[in-house]
C-alpha cells in the first residue's frame, strides 16, 4: 500500500559506507587476500580484527556526511499533507497524513499549533474516521481537546474539534457523550461568523439526528489493544528473570547454555515472557506502527526532534527518548542504509542504550564472571551472548569490521565514546554484530487483511535481542513456539515436557517441511551448528511420507472451527489435551501425519494470539 513517496524513511549518505567498505576490499585484493588471510584468520580478539582493518589506508576515508536530512521540514509536511488530501484511498492516505505530522516542525512550548500543523491533525481525524477506526479518533480528538497549547488556538479550531469529538461518540453510539459535545459546540460556534455558524450548525444537527435516530453502533476499527500480559507456569524463576520456576539454566559442552524443565510441564504453558534489551522495526513500517512497542498505531505521535520516527503515546516517546532515541535521533538516517545490514541499527540501538559505561569496560565485561541473576534487561545478558566468529568465513567478519567503524563513526558524531576509545567501540560493535546474527529474533504480526482468520498471515515488522529466548537450541522437532506481543515475546509449550527435557525451539525448519540437507543449509547459514535432533539423527522422512493416523476426534474439529472464528485461545484450549495425549520426549519414531498436524494447528492456535492487526 506504500507507494516510493513514502514508504517509511528514505537512507541518506548511502554512499559513505559503500565507498569506504569498497575501498577496504579493494585493498584487501590489492595486498592478496591469501596473505590477510594468513594474518587475519590467526587473531584472537574482536579488537586485533577491528585494528588489522583500521590499519589500511582506505580505513582512514571513511567520512559520515556533514548535513543530515532527519530535520524536519514545512515545505516537505506541506507537500505530504497536499498528497493526502488528493489520495483516494483512505490507508494511503493516513499514512500520507502520518508522514506529514513527522515533517511538521514542532510548535515551540506552549505555543499554539501552526495553521499547517492544524491541518494535518484534522486532516488525519477525518481519514481516520472514513476507515472506521473510531476509538482511535476518539481518543485523538480528546488528545488535542486537553491540549494545553490548543487554548490558544482559534475559537474555530476548538469548534472543529469538538464537531469531530461528537461524531466519534455518535459512531460508537456513546449517546450521552456525543450530546454532550454537540452542546459544548453549540455553545461556542455563537462566537464564529454567520457564515461559519451556519455551517457548524448544519454539521452539528445532523450528528444530532443520529442520536434521536438512535442508531445503532458502527463496527470499529481501530488498531487493537495490547493482548493480555502472559502469566508464566508456576511463577517467575528466581534469577533467571521473565523465565518459569519450573525450568533450570544448564551448561554443557555439548549444547551450551540451555535450559531444562524441571518438572513435568503441560503443552500450552508460557515458560518465557521476555522483553528485549534492544528491537528494531523494518524502515517500511516506520509510518504505521509505533517506534518504541511495535504496535500499530492509527493516530502516532512524532518525534521532537527528527522527521522519521513515531509513536503511539507520549509514555512510548518519553521511554525511547529515555533509552535510545535521543541518542541515535540525530544520525538515525545514516544508520538504514540497505547496505548496512538489518543488524546496524539494531546493534546501534543496543550499544545506545548500553550508554558509554558499557564502552568504557568493555573488556572488563568479558573478564567478568557471570552475575548470579540473568536478566534479559541487563546489558551484561546481552554481551555474554555468542558470536560464532571462528565459523565465519574472512570476507564476511571484514564486512562486519567495516560496519563496526562506521557505527562507531555514527555513535561517535552522536556524542557517544571518543576517538582514543575507538577500538574498544568499534570491537564491542563487532561482538554484537556477529552475536545479532545468531540470536536477533523477529518480532512479528498476524495480519488479518480482510480474509478472515483463515487467510491470515504472519508479517515480520522487525527484529529484536531477546537474552533469555536465546537459551533455548534449536531442533526440528521442536517442543516450544515463539509468539510476539508488542516488542516482547512469549515461549509456550507445544509438547509436553518432563522433568529433565530440553526446552527446544525451532529457528529454520521443522522437520516434516524440508529435508535434512535444506533444513541443515538454512541452519548453518545463520546459525553455525549442527543439528543434533532426533529426526536428524534418525532421518525422519518428510510429511508425505508419514504413516496416516487415526483421523482427527471431535476436539480437534473443534478447534479447527473456532481457529476459522478467530477464537486462538479457546481453540489452543481445546487442542492442549489432544496433543498431550501424543506424549512427551524425544521418540524414537517419527509422529503419523495426524499428529504433525494437530502440532501444526497447535502452534498456529499459540501464534495467533500475539500481535494481530486488521489491515
Ligand atoms: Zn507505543
Ligand atoms: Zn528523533
Ligand atoms: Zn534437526
Redesign the pocket.
Known sequence: MDGPTCAGPQPFGEDAFSTFYDGVCAEVRALGIEQFRAEFDALDTDSERVSAVLRLESAGRLRLPTASRTGKSEQQARSYLEMAMNCTDSSRKLVLCNTALQHCPAPAAGAAPSELHLAVLLNRLWTVYELGRFSSGLAEAQRLLDEPALAAAPVETRVQLLVERARFEAALAHRPAAEASVRQALQIVRQLERQQQAMYARELGTIRKRLTDAEPAQADSSAPGPPPAPRLFAGEHERLRRVSSAVELVTSERRGRHLVATTDIPPGSVVIADEPFAWSLHPPRWTTHCQHCCRPADCPLPCPNCASVLFCSQPCRSEALRLYHATECPVLDLLIDPNLGRMALLVFRVLARAGPEALERAEELDSESASDVYDSLAYEAVHSQVTNTADRPMGDVIKRCAVALYLTACLQRAGVGSAERRVAAAALALRHLQSCSCNAYEITELRLGGGGARLAEFEELGGAVYAAVSLTN???FPNVVRSSRGRGVTVTTTRPLRAGDELLDNYGFH?HEEEETA?YAALRRQYQFH???A??EQGWPLYAELADGAPPGAEQRAAVELLVLGRYAEAAARLAPVVAADGAGEPSAPPDKQAVQRQSLFIRCIQSTGNISAE
Open positions: 534449536h531442533s526440528c522437520f533444513r543439528c543434533e535432533c529426526a536428524c
